[in-house]
């Protein structure tokens, strides 16, 4: 059966939903720093209170106490009079507000003492506050009087410490100033760490592995299954619907596969191609040819096997040398995620693929994407430009008249992940020498950092065709605030970001989406997730 369909379905719903951003954990990231910004800000307002009831407190007191006994019928004080009201809920709450900012700077001063103080008054007019909400009535004089005298002795003996507006404010700068920095560095240790840890095989796929590769060794048989795939006409039939796939991830590949088939209408058209490394060929090879994948054609390669690409295919300055790990230099970049760059010259008779990461999940049938009118255009891909810092500036350094001369900073950015390559035009628009040139550009890495999807957006620049939103979902993978309705009715899902949904670090909310497509109960994993229980 050929390709049929077209790109119909059932509207898909687009909202915004915030209500799970206080569970994101870059909002408390940024804690430190918004308590800095917000201590400034408590420091202007408190001096300004300050200045406002220190003219002649003695003489407004006894106003004050004046106009606290005439409202005795409850006659409401206007706003200004209940401001100057000794037994005002107002004149209370300002003093604190005064106080605890002189208890940061007694401190600051290490006259413990001074800051003692000041933080009894404080509990005691936080009782009084207390108190006087309980009963539901009105603070007295007798009770006011006593801590508002109290507080403003404090603040004259303060003053007379020379703790004046100017050191206040210089001294709260270097608290706010201390707390930016300690920020920065928490969040560029988080950031740090948390790529360590999307880079780290959890014990349990690594125990998979092994057991894979023990199979292969044992089992003869499975050679020979390989060697009859590998002359499979199915693997170059254009009739059918061809996946490109390149991982070092069992269980993360398996997934993509599984829910691939699972949602296709006909699973038995479709092809797969995956591409590995030599340490993990062997464990893909076993784990693909002993599960079902609903009659779907599997072909599993190794990097090493492509002998006619070489160091010149990739031009990256190699700055992780022998001494350098993928953990130890966070610009590491496999040259498994550079493959997609080369599909033309891996797969010379094919017309037409899709390509899929190893960390998106599939929920519906993607094969009316084969049949979508590119208009002439090589990729097609979901743009991602409906926030500002998603447009080229974000990727590419404009400071450069390379990249200042050639592209427009506010143009729109899109996402690999799930794309539709047209080979036949790739092959026309010579798209692989386009890719090779920027690479060569960035060279000392001037034009943009090392990742892949800066160079894709210069190489695929003119030669993208935007796709329906709907088709492929991003931010699983870090941003807490997604629409449920937009992932339930999303193609593809893509957990894009350090919280890859197999580590322990994965948001639980969308944990069940990626779990549905991996059996628990298979006899390897039963085996792996047991040892590491132990």
């Not at 005002?88 to 800051?115: C, G, H, P, T, W």
């Not at 009782?127 to 309980?134: G, H, Q």
């Not at 699973?267 to 797969?272: A, R």
């Not at 639980?508 to 006899?523: A, G, I, S, T």
Request: glycine residues 4%.
């Amino acid at each position: 059966m050929g390709r049929s369909g077209g790109g119909g379905g059932r509207p898909w719903v687009q909202s915004s939903n915030s209500r799970w951003r206080y569970l994101n954990p870059s909002y408390y990231l940024n804690r430190p720093k918004r308590l800095a910004l917000l201590l400034i800000a408590f420091v202007v307002v408190t001096f300004v209170v300050w200045d406002r009831q220190t003219a002649s407190t003695a003489d407004h007191l006894h106003q004050e106490t004046n106009a606290r006994v005439q409202e005795a019928a409850h006659e409401e004080l206007n706003y200004t009079g209940e401001l100057l009201s000794a037994t005002s809920f107002r004149q209370l709450v300002d003093q604190m507000l005064l106080a605890k900012a002189y208890v940061i700077i007694a401190k600051e001063y290490d006259n413990l003492k001074l800051a003692w103080e000041f933080s009894s008054h404080i509990r005691t007019c936080q009782r009084l506050l207390s108190k006087a909400a309980v009963r539901g009535q009105s603070i007295t004089e007798v009770e006011a009087r006593p801590l508002v005298s109290g507080l403003a002795s404090l603040i004259n003996k303060a003053q007379d410490a020379h703790y004046d507006i100017a050191t206040k404010l210089v001294t709260l700068r270097n608290h706010a100033q201390a707390l930016e920095e300690r920020a920065v560095a928490a969040t560029v240790q988080s950031v740090y760490l948390a790529r360590v840890a999307s880079g780290a095989v959890p014990k349990n796929q690594y125990c998979l592995t092994v057991r894979l590769m023990v199979d292969w060794f044992n089992k003869p048989a499975l050679k020979q299954q390989v060697d009859d795939l590998r002359n499979s006409p199915r693997l170059v039939d254009n009739s059918l619907y061809h996946f490109c796939i390149f991982s070092e991830n069992v269980l993360a590949s398996s997934a993509v596969v599984n829910s691939t088939v699972s949602n296709a209408d006909h699973p038995q058209q479709l092809v797969f191609h995956i591409i590995t490394s030599e340490s993990n060929y062997h464990a893909m090879q076993v784990w693909f040819l002993s599960n079902d994948f609903k009659g779907s054609t599997i072909e599993v390669q190794k990097l090493e096997d492509f002998h006619w690409m070489n160091s010149s295919y990739f031009p990256v300055r190699n700055s992780e040398n022998e001494s350098d790990s993928k953990f130890s230099n966070p610009k590491y970049i496999p040259l498994l995620d550079h493959l997609k760059f080369y599909i033309p010259d891996i797969h010379p008779s094919l017309e037409k693929v899709i390509y899929l990461d190893e960390d998106v999940i599939v929920q519906k049938d993607l094969t009316p994407l084969f049949s979508l009118d590119l208009h002439g255009n090589v990729n097609g891909a979901v743009e991602t430009c409906l926030e500002g810092f998603h447009r080229y500036h974000r990727y590419l350094n404009f400071s450069n008249p390379i990249i200042s001369s050639q592209f427009d900073p506010q143009a729109c950015g899109w996402a690999f992940g799930m794309n539709v390559f047209d080979l036949i035009a790739w092959k026309k628009a010579n798209v692989t020498s386009r890719y090779r040139y920027w690479m060569e550009q960035n060279i000392d890495q001037t034009l943009w950092k090392k990742e892949t999807l800066p160079v894709g957006l210069l190489t695929f620049n003119g030669l993208t065709e935007p796709l329906d939103r709907r088709w492929h979902v991003l931010g699983l993978g870090h941003d807490l605030g997604l629409d449920d309705r937009l992932i339930e009715s999303a193609a593809v899902l893509h957990y894009d970001g350090y919280m890859k949904p197999w580590l322990e670090l994965a948001y639980e909310r969308y944990k069940p989406q990626w779990d549905r497509y991996v059996n628990l109960r298979h006899p390897y994993l039963i085996r792996c997730n047991s040892m590491e229980a132990k």
